[in-house]
């Protein structure tokens, strides 16, 4: 290290990730010479504690995993379980988990894109949106009971039907979001101050992105061409001919930037509206769930022996299950690996070269939701002086640079 | 609305995640966003705990974070006020069986207002908030009454 590079750390009060993490920059000038990652400080052990609980307990543990895909990872390990126990899933079971996914997928991705729109200092951008997403949550509560950690899974189907005065109020709310998605993609992909911050900002391509498997819409504005729904489809999700959304489809080219990660997201809210709509029109009749007495569910997992993969495609990308069960209640073996795990590392490309009042907005690309980044402390080495920058100071570094573009 | 004698000025809160799922911090967040509209009490999110009244605290404190924890409340200026937000702060909730814990957050800082539910719903979380101020207008009172200068 050159002695004319700072380092600044930041964190390791950065949640929303499953772990909040601290960040080690090297800074030359404005310049981010290198970044390291050091996650960890939110570790709670879910694999140990799953090991001590049955699969049926387990299902409320994994929508725990994160709040914010508090559908996905139940999704995914219920098809773990199911796949290692042979269990056939009824039909309007599997539509019925495609719609709540892709539910929270809108959900998810317009969180995001407020909180996008804060990190670059459009705070009424952050409250339209937000006030946007109250409908989705409105409905996921209608359909689930629950805002957030909905509780709809179930090892062999899901716990509540929806039945047809129910769809009526679904066609509802995405009407509403079909009228105000225009509004939302003229913000974001319309104005020139967001152009200005996120065009050619933060820019992974699509080698870096195959070489450090980056998945979901990180990989995705990268130009590469994968989607868990499309390449493997499961669930309703075979019938419906889902295609991985690249951003070619609304500019024409691949920049891989943070302003492509902003147009594949929110094309993909589109995208699950599209999704709901088919699944609704082909809501098929029947059973919702394979076995309905827990007791017996429990003593068939109790006599199950097999290992069992389930796949999901989260809002942030691929999410995997792997159970492995031996003739236990408890099962011997639970690892889940969330996309932000994958999307870490193309950080390190995305940040390298950037200015420090670039950091929020690369770091929020990839969507891990930065809500509390504690402090940062430039130390200058040659005088050892130090100067503690707050999150806010960060934050403000990030708008006065908008405003400094604007003009 | 007319306000009580509780609303002697603006609250302003640091919100700190110790380890949660994250659904109790977007709640949070959902409460600060035009629906539910904290911010027309004059309650405001801060960045840094120096600047705070109240601390919300999320998350069952995992053994890395209980040192931050005690260092974010040692840093926040007296009288405060310390709100749970969340089962799995109160009693460990779904992670109660966990390895790497050291909390609940109560074992770590004192807290004044505990609101329950996974995730509770923005309006308990408003509610807790406001219950934390009434207490910390109290606590203003018996300083300012006690203090030398009188
Ligand atoms: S109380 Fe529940 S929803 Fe809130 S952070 Fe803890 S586990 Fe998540």
């Known amino acids: 290290m050159s002695n004319k590079t700072y380092s600044i750390p930041i964190g390791p009060v950065h949640p929303s990730l499953k772990e909040p993490m601290t960040f080690h920059f090297e800074i030359y000038g404005e310049r981010i010479e290198k970044v390291h990652l050091a996650p960890g400080d939110n570790h709670r052990g879910i694999e140990f504690m799953g090991r001590q609980r049955n699969p049926i307990q387990i299902i409320y543990l994994a929508e725990r995993i994160c709040g914010i895909c508090s559908a996905s990872h139940p999704f995914a390990f219920c098809q773990a379980v199911e796949n290692a126990m042979g269990i056939e899933v009824p039909e309007k079971a599997q539509y019925i988990r495609a719609i709540i996914a892709e539910l929270e997928r809108i959900h998810s991705h317009i969180l995001w894109a407020g909180v996008a729109a804060h990190e670059l200092g459009f705070d009424s951008v952050l409250f339209l949106s937000w006030r946007a997403r109250e409908e989705v949550l409105d409905l996921l509560e209608y359909l689930t009971g629950n805002r957030i950690n909905y509780g709809i899974f179930m090892i062999g189907g899901v716990r509540r039907d929806i039945t047809s005065e129910q769809i009526t109020r679904i066609k509802k709310t995405l009407d509403y979001y079909k009228e105000i998605y225009g509004k939302l993609e003229d913000i974001f992909l319309n104005d020139p101050t967001i152009a200005l911050r996120t065009k050619k900002v933060g820019i992974l391509s699509k080698e870096e992105a195959i070489q450090l498997s980056a998945v979901g819409p990180t990989a995705r504005a990268s130009g590469l061409n994968k989607d868990v729904r499309q390449d493997q489809p499961y669930a309703a999700y075979a019938d419906l001919e889902v295609q991985a959304i690249t951003p070619e489809v609304y500019s024409g080219k691949v920049n891989g930037d943070v302003y492509d990660r902003i147009v594949v997201r929110l094309l993909e809210i589109v995208q699950s509206i599209q999704i709901i709509e088919q699944c609704l029109a082909n809501l098929p009749e029947g059973e919702i769930v394979a076995e309905e007495k827990l007791v017996k569910l429990l003593n068939l997992i109790k006599k199950a022996q097999g290992e069992g993969i389930g796949r999901h495609e989260a809002p942030r990308g691929e999410v995997i299950h792997y159970v492995k069960l031996n003739q236990s209640e408890l099962p011997e073996v639970w690892k889940a690996r969330a996309p932000t795990y994958n999307n870490l590392m193309p950080w390190i490309p995305m940040l390298i070269g950037q200015q420090i009042a670039d950091i929020p907005i690369v770091l929020a690309s990839i969507d891990p939701c930065i809500a509390c980044m504690d402090r940062v402390t430039i130390l200058d080495r040659k005088s050892g002086q130090k100067n503690i920058l707050t999150k806010d100071d960060l934050h403000k570094l990030s708008v006065e640079k908008t405003r400094r573009m604007a003009q | ?150």
């Not at chain 2, 110790?18 to 405001?44: H, M, Q, W």
């Not at chain 2, 408003?126 to 910390?136: D, E, R, T």
């Open chain 2, 1 to 150: 609305m007319k306000l009580n004698k509780y609303f002697e000025r603006s609250l302003w809160v640091f919100h700190l995640n110790t380890g949660s799922c994250n659904g109790c911090d977007i709640e949070i967040v959902a409460g600060l966003t035009p629906r539910y509209d904290l911010e027309r009490f004059g309650i405001k999110l801060v960045g840094s705990p120096k600047h705070a009244d109240v601390l919300l605290v999320t998350g069952p404190v995992t053994s890395k974070m209980a040192d931050r924890v005690k260092r974010v409340y040692a840093q926040t200026p007296d009288p405060k006020a310390v709100i749970v937000v969340g089962t799995c702060g109160i009693s460990g909730g779904v992670f109660y069986n966990s390895y790497n814990l050291s909390g609940s957050i109560d074992k770590v800082i004192p807290v004044d207002v505990y609101v329950p539910g996974c995730p509770p719903r923005p309006e308990a979380i408003i509610n807790g908030v406001l219950q934390a101020w009434i207490k910390l207008e109290k606590l203003r009172k018996t300083l300012k009454d006690n203090s030398p200068a009188k």
